[in-house]
């Protein structure tokens, strides 16, 4: 890939912050925006707004079009079965506890099983949590290696057939852990559990197959894969998601209402209560077009390359400690011994460069790293070796001035 042609396309990128020129490495939070998405939102706010599905008129017509070709692009890119699996919803959070809300509490009981893993997202575990405390169910953790990887034989041991969800973020936006949730999904189906797949930190960075993960669930978000914010995607295989109640009630999902019953629509639409997220749909298809320009495994290629890079760089970085496995995702997430995370974050912004600091949403993970927070850098296909190069550079600043301040 020609990365000085990508950041042509990213107007974010040349600016300056704090007088110097902007290295943005916290992509696991958001990614950026190419100019092709800004300019597809900007089109249909300006050329065609209007609701979809309900209007016959040309804007309306214009609209749904767009917004339900969005949907295809999302199952052409994800390799769903039918546009029918693909539900638009607010963002990975919405998906997740759509699923907890409807499948899970109508699918779990007492003495059933939800099994997670001690790195997840708080999203996909908070949900779990209240479909366990209702329903009497227990709520299960797989234990994580010493390097923060996931043992098969303890995925073995863990699900048993009293389980029945089994729910597992594929990269783990903290440890950059790479999940093999094909074959977690392999063991769920033998012992009689559906398999939910936490996409929100693999989509952007790696081909997506649903039916070779042959998971029952998978969950997205647009904003982290160069789309808009406030719109993401539930995958549901067809049968369940048929049987699925909706989680949201009203208008756009309905197909017959009377005084005192309702009937929906067939699918997607049953799931998509009210008016969609219409541009951010659109938006997202942009984004997908964009991304497949580019390729996904020349972006996995480059993001390899580049967080390889910045790891031998950072061993020069003394009393830094990098946690996660060798073998990650793009993200490195790490400490300097006696200087609180928020503080290198803090002295990193003044020179330009922005990283994460805190919890990551991922507090259990942190009391099992035996840390209360982390700084992270997360790398996405614009950016470069060389910037690479200034965030260790400030990283060797941010030690020197608190080792001669202290």
């Known amino acids: 890939m020609d990365i000085g042609a990508i950041r042509q396309q990213f107007p974010i990128l040349h600016q300056q912050v704090n007088g110097k020129q902007l290295v943005y490495l916290d992509n696991a939070a958001t990614s950026q925006k190419p100019l092709s998405v800004i300019e597809a939102l900007d089109h249909y706010y300006k050329e065609y ?3 979809v599905h309900r209007g016959v008129h040309t804007l309306g017509t214009k609209a749904t079009d767009a917004y339900e070709g969005a949907r ?9 079965r039918s546009m029918q699996e ?6 990975t959070t919405t998906a997740l506890n759509m699923i907890a809300s409807s499948y899970g509490m109508e699918h779990v009981g007492a003495g059933d099983e939800i099994v997670i893993t001690y790195m997840e997202h708080h999203a996909n575990i908070i949900p779990w949590q209240q479909v366990a405390k209702k329903k009497g169910a227990t709520l299960k953790y ?3 290696q010493e390097d923060g990887t996931i043992s098969l034989e303890d995925v073995e041991k863990t699900v048993t057939s009293n389980t029945k969800i089994v729910s597992v973020m ?3 936006n903290v440890l950059g852990t790479i999940n093999p949730v094909k074959e977690i999904a392999e063991i769920a189906h033998r012992n009689g559990a559906i398999m939910v797949v936490d996409g929100a930190q693999s989509t952007p960075h790696m081909k997506i197959d649903v039916q070779d993960l042959d998971c029952d669930f998978y969950v997205l978000s647009s904003h982290k894969m160069c789309g808009p914010t406030g719109v993401g995607v539930l995958y549901g ?3 369940i998601l048929e049987n699925m109640e909706p989680a949201e009630f009203g208008g756009e999902m309905i197909d017959f209402v009377d005084l005192y019953e309702s009937t929906w629509k067939e699918l997607p639409w049953k799931h998509e209560a009210g008016t969609p997220i219409i541009g951010g749909a659109i938006g997202l298809g942009a984004a997908i077009d964009f991304l497949e320009d580019l390729g996904l495994e020349n972006i996995e290629a480059h993001e390899h390359k580049l967080v390889q890079y910045a790891m031998e760089r950072l061993s020069e970085v003394d009393g830094l400690t990098i946690y996660g496995p060798k073998h990650r995702a793009g993200l490195v997430t790490f400490n300097i011994d006696d200087v609180h995370p928020h503080d290198v974050a803090t002295v990193l912004d003044v020179e330009g460069i922005a990283v994460r600091a805190g919890h990551h949403c991922a507090q259990p993970l942190m009391r099992w790293l035996k840390v209360s927070a982390t700084a992270r850098a997360s790398f996405y296909l614009y950016n470069t070796e060389e910037e690479v190069d200034a965030f260790v550079e ?5 030690k020197e001035y608190f080792t001669n301040v202290f």
């Open 49 to 51: 707004n209007s609701n």
């Open 142 to 144: 797989i234990p994580l």
């Open 86 to 91: 693909i539900v638009f919803t607010r963002g």
């Open 170 to 172: 594929y990269v783990s």
């Open 72 to 80: 295809e692009k999302v199952r052409k890119f994800i390799n769903a």
């Open 394 to 398: 400030g990283l060797i600043k941010t």
């Open 237 to 239: 295989k067809k049968q």
